[in-house]
């Protein structure tokens, strides 16, 4: 009997996070195709190796079903902080 190692996890500094990120293939990108943008995202947050949140889920999870960042954005008028979030200066 021999045991298979089914998954493996490699550990990255934060430079080469950011390298993998930066060297990201954006040929496959289409800005204007929010599925395409949906899944881009969810690309990068994987390789920032860490949980971006529920809001950062959901956003990617309405784009990758076709919704536009705009209507997006409509419904969740926080996100991000907003403009309207800021402090006053």
């Known amino acids: 009997m021999k045991r298979r190692i089914s998954r493996v996890a490699l550990a990255k500094s934060e430079d080469a996070r950011l390298d993998t990120m930066m060297d990201a293939d954006l040929s496959g ?3 204007n195709d929010p599925r395409s943008l949906g899944k881009f995202m969810r690309k ?14 959901e ?11 705009e209507a997006i954005e ?3 008028p926080d996100l991000a902080g907003g ?5 006053d200066l």
């Open 83 to 87: 403009a309207d979030s800021l402090p």
């Open 74 to 76: 409509q419904s969740m």
């Open 59 to 69: 956003v990617v999870d309405r784009l990758e079903k076709g919704e536009s960042p």
């Open 29 to 31: 990108l289409d800005e």
């Open 44 to 57: 990068m947050g994987q390789e920032a190796g860490e949980d971006m949140g529920d809001e950062f889920n």
